[in-house]
């Protein structure tokens, strides 16, 4: 019998957490209010951003969001990160809640940009001590290891944010999770042996995986010929020549016009391989949200 992926077990476990076509184009109107304010910021304070991964995709495929998609992705320098969240705060003040990269508490090794009073609270996140709400991931743009060492940091990028995670899913359990493995054997074993080897993970303490990676993220600012996002779709997949993302180009996106890497069809041709065909419906990537509210957005979208 074929091993089901984690994708067709979340499928057929939670597919009732699965938004609507009414929810998600609610979500959809969210995503483009943050990402509406972060271009005007960025063009106000001359930050250099770039629609990243499936919104890069999006961009280019679709002139707008991949239609089963239900998220943004941001990247831009390292340190521009930063500056992007000073002038978020200072031009919108309590609008939206900024969380840093790395803030060691799950909130994920990239910084967030949370729209205040809406709720959207992702699958087996439901008990993590983070912030819940409609987001945009911004993700840095970082000086890589020399290709030399690349292949031995990349493993131990991975064992690190494996334990990481599986610290937290052990540390926090997911109740919904919990409930839909009392009737699915498969789903059961997967998260069990993760819920297991977090616990193992836990005996160095979570914030010990967390420093692990941040120091696999860090410290190769002038000593590498290339840059790239480690934390974002794979780290070796998304490694460029030094400069790679220094030029951007602009690109329709749902009738707006942001930004995107200048050279776009190596970025998505090494992410994607043939990324203007549409993959079969098993493999379009879901996300599934086990509590939604869009606040005082819902009367207005």
């Given at each position: 019998?074929?091993?089901q992926?984690?994708?067709e077990?979340?499928?057929?476990a939670?597919?009732?957490?699965?938004?609507d076509?009414?929810a998600l184009?609610?979500?959809h109107?969210c995503?483009?209010?943050?990402?509406?304010?972060v271009?005007?910021a960025c063009?106000?304070y001359?930050?250099?951003?770039?629609?990243?991964?499936?919104?890069c995709?999006g961009?280019?495929?679709?002139?707008g969001?991949?239609?089963w998609?239900?998220?943004?992705?941001v990247m831009?320098y390292?340190q521009?990160?930063k500056?992007?969240?000073?002038?978020?705060?200072?031009?919108?003040?309590?609008k939206?809640?900024i969380?840093?990269?790395?803030?060691?508490?799950g909130?994920g090794r990239?910084m967030?940009?949370?729209l205040?009073g809406t709720?959207?609270?992702e699958?087996?996140?439901?008990?993590?001590?983070?912030?819940?709400?409609?987001?945009?991931?911004?993700?840095?743009i970082?000086?890589m290891?020399?290709?030399?060492k690349r292949?031995?940091?990349?493993?131990?990028h991975r064992?690190a944010a494996?334990?990481?995670?599986?610290?937290l899913?052990?540390?926090?359990p997911?109740?919904?999770?919990?409930?839909?493995?009392?009737v699915d054997?498969?789903?059961?074993k997967?998260?069990n042996?993760?819920?297991s080897?977090?616990?193992a993970a836990r005996?160095f303490g979570i914030k010990?995986w967390?420093?692990k990676?941040k120091k696999y993220?860090?410290?190769?600012?002038?000593?590498s010929d290339?840059e790239?996002?480690?934390?974002?779709i794979d780290?070796?997949?998304?490694v460029?020549?030094?400069g790679?993302?220094?030029?951007?180009?602009?690109?329709e996106?749902?009738?707006?016009r942001?930004?995107?890497p200048?050279?776009?069809?190596?970025?998505?041709?090494?992410?994607?391989?043939?990324?203007?065909?549409?993959p079969?419906?098993?493999k379009r990537?879901?996300h599934?949200a086990s509590?939604v509210?869009?606040?005082?957005?819902?009367?207005?979208?």
């Amino acid at each position: 019998m074929k091993k089901q992926s984690y994708a067709e077990m979340a499928t057929k476990a939670f597919s009732k957490y699965i938004l609507d076509d009414a929810a998600l184009k609610k979500l959809h109107a969210c995503l483009l209010i943050i990402t509406d304010d972060v271009d005007k910021a960025c063009r106000k304070y001359s930050i250099k951003y770039m629609l990243s991964g499936g919104s890069c995709l999006g961009a280019v495929r679709h002139k707008g969001f991949i239609p089963w998609d239900d998220d943004v992705d941001v990247m831009m320098y390292e340190q521009d990160v930063k500056r992007l969240a000073d002038a978020m705060k200072t031009e919108y003040g309590d609008k939206y809640v900024i969380v840093p990269p790395l803030d060691g508490v799950g909130g994920g090794r990239m910084m967030k940009i949370f729209l205040a009073g809406t709720t959207y609270t992702e699958i087996g996140k439901e008990n993590y001590p983070t912030e819940k709400g409609v987001f945009v991931d911004v993700f840095p743009i970082i000086d890589m290891p020399p290709a030399k060492k690349r292949t031995t940091i990349a493993k131990k990028h991975r064992l690190a944010a494996r334990m990481y995670s599986y610290g937290l899913i052990s540390k926090y359990p997911s109740p919904v999770i919990k409930d839909a493995a009392r009737v699915d054997k498969s789903l059961k074993k997967y998260y069990n042996i993760r819920k297991s080897i977090g616990f193992a993970a836990r005996i160095f303490g979570i914030k010990f995986w967390f420093k692990k990676l941040k120091k696999y993220e860090k410290g190769y600012a002038g000593v590498s010929d290339e840059e790239g996002i480690p934390s974002g779709i794979d780290y070796e997949r998304e490694v460029f020549p030094k400069g790679f993302f220094s030029d951007v180009t602009e690109a329709e996106f749902e009738g707006r016009r942001y930004y995107i890497p200048a050279q776009y069809d190596r970025y998505l041709k090494n992410l994607y391989g043939d990324y203007m065909r549409l993959p079969p419906p098993e493999k379009r990537g879901r996300h599934y949200a086990s509590a939604v509210d869009f606040g005082k957005y819902d009367t207005i979208l």
